[in-house]
């Protein structure tokens, strides 16, 4: 990894109406500096505007405003050179100054082959359709199948969504913790389903870089509840990085499918233990 360039990344959203502020994604721009590489990918077709009208113009108009070429007006997916001189800076300044029609995100950085990096960015933030953002695993689900567990010991109260734990001055913020004043267990829920794949890694990687800290001050059990992507490519291979890091920090690995029969064991082994302790 760390022979990758450091290259930084943008994407460009459309807003048909300001107000109601309802983006859609329809490009992604990519700099690296110290490979002299400036590159763009657009599908225009996502803004929902007929090729032929005149706001289809107005918005190719825009992009090109900003020193962006594009090569045509009937392609499907469009390849676009940027100026490869682009730096982050470049990018910070479009996020600052972009109109209320064309928003640039603020940039991030990434170590990574830079035209594959845009490849990436392109089908999984541009390219993928709607519908694929719909995932039936999240940290309500999650939370709904614990309380259940719990319920039966009349414990409800023992799982906690948004569990916040104070190590020193930093605060850290969980997506379930379970305890009874005591926390015996810390639980993030990801999806490798959602669009937004790099926010996802990004999110396993905080986790992994933390828990150390949040264990030896808690003491408690790190588990991590994944729904894995459907289709293999880069989606499994950020899977497989994310659940590597988790398990190489002591983070308990599960398939989100794996959830209900993790709660009942933690259910049941945790009340048992508290009763023992008791008697």
Same mark, same amino acid.
């Given at each position: 990894m760390s022979n990758q360039p450091l290259c930084f990344f943008s994407i460009v959203r459309y807003v048909a109406d300001p107000i109601r502020d309802e983006p859609k994604n329809i490009g992604a721009l990519v700099v690296c500096p110290e490979r002299r590489f400036g590159g763009a990918r657009f599908l225009l077709s996502r803004s929902g505007i007929a090729p032929s009208s005149s706001r289809y113009d107005?918005?190719?108009?825009?992009? @090109?405003? #900003? /020193?962006?070429?594009? *090569?045509? #007006?009937? /392609?499907?997916?469009? &390849?676009? *050179?940027? *100026? &490869?001189?682009?730096?982050?800076?470049?990018?910070?300044?479009?996020?600052?100054?972009? !109109?209320n029609l064309i928003q640039f995100t603020e940039p991030a950085a990434a170590l990574a082959e830079p035209s594959r990096l845009l490849d990436e960015l392109y089908h999984e933030r541009i390219q993928t359709r709607e519908s694929s953002t719909r995932t039936n695993f999240s940290r309500r689900v999650a939370a709904r199948v614990f309380r259940r567990a719990?319920? @039966? #010991?009349?414990?409800?109260?023992w799982v906690q969504e948004d569990t916040r734990v104070q190590v020193k001055s930093? !605060?850290?913020? &969980?997506?379930?913790?379970?305890?009874?004043? /005591?926390?015996?267990?810390?639980?993030?829920?990801?999806? &490798?389903?959602?669009?937004?794949?790099? @926010?996802?890694? /990004?999110?396993?990687?905080?986790?992994?870089?933390?828990? *150390?800290?949040? %264990?030896?001050? !808690?003491? %408690?059990?790190g588990l991590l509840l994944v729904e894995p992507p459907k289709d293999i490519g880069g989606a499994q291979d950020r899977f497989r990085r994310v659940t590597d890091w988790a398990s190489e920090v002591g983070i308990t690995v599960h398939d989100a499918n794996e959830t209900n029969q993790v709660a009942e064991k933690i259910a049941d082994e945790l009340l048992q233990k508290i009763s023992y302790l008791h008697q």
């Open positions: 107005m918005l190719q108009d825009l992009i @090109r405003s #900003y /020193q962006i070429d594009l *090569p045509g #007006y009937n /392609q499907l997916s469009l &390849f676009a *050179p940027v *100026p &490869f001189k682009w730096t982050r800076v470049e990018l910070e300044e479009l996020h600052r100054e972009c !109109t719990f319920h @039966r #010991y009349d414990r409800i109260d930093d !605060t850290y913020h &969980f997506d379930l913790g379970i305890g009874n004043g /005591q926390l015996y267990y810390v639980i993030e829920t990801l999806s &490798f389903r959602n669009v937004d794949l790099q @926010r996802v890694e /990004q999110a396993g990687g905080w986790y992994a870089y933390v828990w *150390p800290k949040v %264990a030896q001050e !808690t003491g %408690a059990e």
